[in-house]
Every structure is written in C-alpha cells, then in structure tokens.
C-alpha cells in the first residue's frame, strides 16, 4: 500500500520567513516517484517537481527548495523569504511502478501575511 | 493553448439526473485521470486510462463511468447523481503511468 502523510494541516507565516512542508511517505516498491504541487485559491493545481526514489540529490530552483532523504522517508519542501503569492495548499504525492495513479496526501495549506 | 481543458466549470444539477463532464488534453499524453476532490479538499483517484486499459478505484461507485472516444479526450459520465456527488471534479493527463500529471481547472459539480 502507498500512503502519503503531510501532518502539517495549516501554516502561518510573516513575509520574507521561510518555511519548510514536510512530507513523509510509505510504500513496499523500490522504485517509486514523487511529487509537489501548488494549488492557490483559484483552484488550479501546478505541478512543482518530481524526482525518482533512485535520485536523491536535493533540488533548488528559485526560492523553492527539495529535501529527499530515503533513510527517513521524507520529502520536505522549503520555500526561502516567503511571499504573500506563496499562499497556498501544497499538496506532496506518490506514484510507484505498481500504481496507476499519484496518490496524494491531504495538503498543507500555507498563509504567508505582509 | 489550454493543455487539459475540462467543461463545463460548474455544473448545477438536480439529485438523480445523469450528467457528463468533458475532458482534452492536447500535450500528446498517453494517460489520463479522473481525480475527486471532496469538501475535505482531499484528493482521490477515481479512474486512469493508459493505452485503453481502464483501472478504476474500487471505492468509486458505478454510477460513475469514464469513457475515451480517442487518445486526447476522457469524459467522466454520471447516473443518478446523489448529494454525496457534489466536489471538484480533476481532469490530468500524463505521459506515462509515473510521470508528472497535468490538471485541468476542475468542475465543480454542486447536486441539489
């Protein structure tokens, strides 16, 4: 079975703060993908990033920033000097070669003030 | 280019009508998806279409039936809609089964 775990519910920060989304994961395959995406207000969801079980180099793009680390089932999500524009609810998820679908977990809804 | 366009938006319906929600994508996708997103705003699978094979949840009632007339459409079809219906609609499109997957801007489907 594969199951996604995001025990923040809610976050509120101050601007220009940074932040850090966890993400903790189980599944019994070895070869397994996971992702991050953004869903704002409007609904939309925007796919952020993917990255492979057998890949754990970190991934900095912009101020947004992936911690992988196997030996704890985690993928965390940073987001460095927050903006007002990052409120949102980020959503992390899991897919494997014997799913057919991602699977998500329930979100972390953040709220950046001015 | 919209790249996964769903219609209608909303969607407001009577309890035990039978509607239908649309869903293209035009990124050359070989899978698609149905995702639920309830008042919780959790986010559930319904069905995946890879290549013409169908899986489907099997927590999902079959009052709900997807169906592909060709590689680039997936429409979500309902029977007898009850008030429990009533979410966000996700259509998502990806190139394969574990790659990332592309979302529409969802229908919400509002049963009275």
């Known amino acids: 079975a594969q199951k996604v775990t995001q025990a923040q519910t809610e976050i509120s920060v101050v601007e220009k703060e940074d932040v850090t989304l966890d993400c903790v994961y189980e599944?019994?395959?070895?070869?397994?993908?996971l992702f991050w995406y953004k869903q704002p207000p409007s609904g939309e969801l925007v796919f952020l990033i993917r990255?492979?079980?057998?890949?754990?180099q970190n991934e900095i793009s912009g101020r947004y920033s992936w911690n992988f680390q196997k030996s704890t089932s985690s993928f965390n999500f940073t987001i460095t000097a927050s903006q007002v524009v990052d409120s949102a609810v980020y959503r992390c998820?899991?897919?494997?070669?014997?799913?057919?679908?991602?699977?998500f977990g329930k979100g972390t809804s953040l709220l950046v003030t001015p | 280019d919209t790249a996964v366009s769903q219609t209608p938006k909303y969607l407001v319906t009577q309890m035990g009508n039978d509607k239908s929600i649309k869903c293209e994508q035009n990124?050359?996708?070989?899978?698609m998806y149905w995702y639920k997103q309830d008042s919780k705003k959790f986010l559930k699978i319904m069905f995946s279409?890879?290549?013409?094979?169908?899986?489907i949840n099997e927590t999902v009632p079959n009052r709900f039936s997807p169906k592909s007339p060709d590689k680039a459409h997936l429409n979500l079809h309902i029977n007898s809609l009850e008030l429990g219906d009533s979410a966000v609609y996700f259509c998502?499109?990806?190139?394969?089964?574990?790659?990332?997957?592309?979302f529409g801007q969802g229908t919400r489907l509002t049963v009275v």
């Open positions: 998820a899991l897919n494997s070669n014997s799913g057919y679908a991602l699977n």
């Open positions: 998502a499109s990806s190139q394969y089964l574990n790659t990332e997957a592309f």
């Open positions: 599944t019994r395959d070895t070869t397994y993908y």
């Open positions: 279409y890879n290549n013409k094979e169908l899986i």
């Open positions: 990255r492979n079980s057998f890949d754990e």
């Open positions: 990124l050359g996708h070989d899978t």
